[in-house]
Nanobody, 126 residues
Framework: QLQLAESGGDLVQPGGSLRLSCVASGFTLDYYAIGWFRQAPGKEREGVSCISRSGGRTTYADSVKDRFTISRDNAKNAVYLQMNTLKPEDTAVYYC???????????????????WGQGTQVTVSS
């Protein structure tokens, strides 16, 4: 049974944009920090961005800072990742993850999160 479902991945040309969505089912995201991660073939899963439960704190990997923007809409039980100026090195399967939190903490560590979606493929190529 899926707790998180990613969508929005596609084939896009370099310099293009995509918006990924992460929608929760079976629980509400109000008290969960949400992270976005990605994994390319032969590579370890790496943190991309994280947003605190209230949305007041956001964190980005240096490789995507100023290009990607994370946001959340608790009323829709969803978190989004707006990806602009995409590069071929952004090609990967993108996952969202959730962790219950009493605080505004947000991190890019895989071990910080307990629930994961199944991923959505993003391919950046001309």
């Amino acid at each position: 049974q899926l707790q998180l479902a990613e969508s929005g991945g596609d084939l896009v040309q370099p310099g293009g944009s995509l918006r990924l969505s992460c929608v929760a089912s079976g629980f509400t995201l109000d008290y969960y920090a949400i992270g976005w991660f990605r994994q390319a073939p032969g590579k370890e899963r790496e943190g991309v961005s994280c947003i605190s439960r209230s949305g007041g704190r956001t964190t980005y990997a240096d490789s995507v800072k100023d290009r990607f923007t994370i946001s959340r809409d608790n009323a829709k039980n969803a978190v989004y990742l707006q990806m602009n100026t995409l590069k071929p090195e952004d090609t990967a399967v993108y996952y969202c993850a959730a962790r219950f939190s009493y605080t505004s903490r947000c991190g890019l560590e895989v071990g910080f999160f307990g629930s994961w979606g199944q991923g959505t493929q993003v391919t950046v190529s001309s």
